[in-house]
């Protein structure tokens, strides 16, 4: 299996598929300039990963010599899946839900309401909505979303 968990040298490569993803899949929907290209960053993001042990423990990598999506759970929540842009199509993304699911027990997820494509990805893999909505940060609505 290509999964494994992630080191601290790991964290530049998982925040540049986190940032990559949200300015490519959110910035579409919420239009923020300001924060999806200038407080959004690489560097901060990744220090969130080597600056806290527990976050890098939760967090796995799809690594097949070149490190190309990522999972990270809290409990048995998925926080956050994402793949590379360049290596959507491959499986990755299943391949990692599947090794949560199936590994580490993960049961549900949040999902941002607009995300159609997201969605569209979960239900294929076995997930659907449970009727529970939430504001993250008082604004941005996410769906709950279970196995």
Do not use: H
Request: net charge negative; aromatic share 14%.
């Amino acid at each position: 299996m290509n999964i494994r968990q992630a080191k601290k040298s790991d964290a530049s490569r998982i925040a540049e598929m986190i940032v990559t993803n949200y300015r490519k899949n959110f910035f579409p929907i919420f239009k923020n300039e300001e924060f999806y290209f200038g407080e959004l960053n690489v560097i901060d993001v990744a220090r969130e990963y080597t600056d806290n042990e527990n976050i890098l423990q939760d967090t796995y990598v799809y690594d097949d010599g070149v490190v190309k999506g990522m999972i990270r759970l809290d409990q048995d929540e998925v926080v956050k899946l994402y793949v590379e842009p360049q290596f959507q199509g491959e499986k990755i993304g299943t391949k990692l839900l599947n090794f949560a699911t199936t590994d580490k027990g993960a049961k549900w997820l949040w999902v941002l309401e607009q995300n159609e494509r997201g969605i569209r990805f979960y239900k294929k893999n076995g997930f659907d909505f449970t009727g529970e909505t939430m504001l993250e940060d008082e604004w941005i609505p996410l769906k709950k979303m279970t196995i």
